[in-house]
């Protein structure tokens, strides 16, 4: 777990605004099934999804703009702890927008799978992941050869490195639905 930090929200209201801003996406036609490295496919991911870019910004731009600042914060405190990741001179930052992802009880990211694993998504250093809810049982995320499962907290975020050593896949939870913001910090052009 020598990667792997946990940071929590400053302001966990937020959570619920961003379920809200899922939801509003999903009235406008703007949410999707889940996709993967192997394209659509129920039985490795079964969610809905929305970019977070794609939330109506009269009513959640700030919410968006809060969120990447408690991800930046988290991020600096990230860089704090590992220095070595700055002080080579490269830039990390956004190239993609993150995730608002939704799974129904018993849904899951089933397959194992890390965040750089392909050239198109090469540039991926750090993943993040946000619970935007608790769950009572099960709905969490197993790192395989960490051996350890991190329960969904509301309004806690973890960050760990986004190569195969930090493979993992999401734990159903039978009853309840779950909510997360999932992401990745990538190298960018300075």
């Known amino acids: 777990m020598r990667w792997m930090r946990t940071y929590e929200m400053e302001q966990p209201a937020l959570c619920e605004r961003l379920i809200g801003g899922f939801h509003a996406a999903k009235e406008l036609g703007l949410t999707h099934p889940g996709m993967?490295?192997?394209g659509l496919d129920k039985s490795w991911k079964d969610s809905e999804d929305v970019s977070i870019s794609?939330?109506?910004l009269d009513d959640y731009g700030d919410i968006v703009h809060d969120y990447f600042a408690h991800v930046m914060a988290s991020h600096?405190?990230?860089?704090?702890?590992?220095?070595e990741l700055a002080r080579h001179g490269a830039k990390v930052g956004f190239l993609d927008p993150p995730q608002i992802q939704h799974y129904e009880p018993g849904g899951a990211f089933y397959g194992d799978h890390y965040e750089s694993s392909g050239l198109d998504i090469s540039h991926r250093v750090l993943a993040f992941l946000t619970s935007l809810n608790d769950i009572k049982d099960g709905g969490g995320t197993e790192f395989i050869d960490q051996k350890v499962t991190f329960p969904p907290e509301r309004g806690v975020t973890k960050i760990?490195?986004?190569?195969?050593?930090?493979?993992?896949h999401g734990v159903p939870a039978p009853d309840e639905h779950k909510y997360i913001i999932t992401g990745w910090l990538s190298?960018?052009?300075a």
């Open 36 to 38: 993967s490295a192997r």
């Open 160 to 168: 760990w490195p986004a190569g195969f050593t930090h493979t993992h």
């Open 76 to 83: 600096s405190l990230y860089l704090e702890e590992f220095p």
């Open 187 to 189: 190298y960018v052009r």
């Open 54 to 56: 794609c939330l109506p």
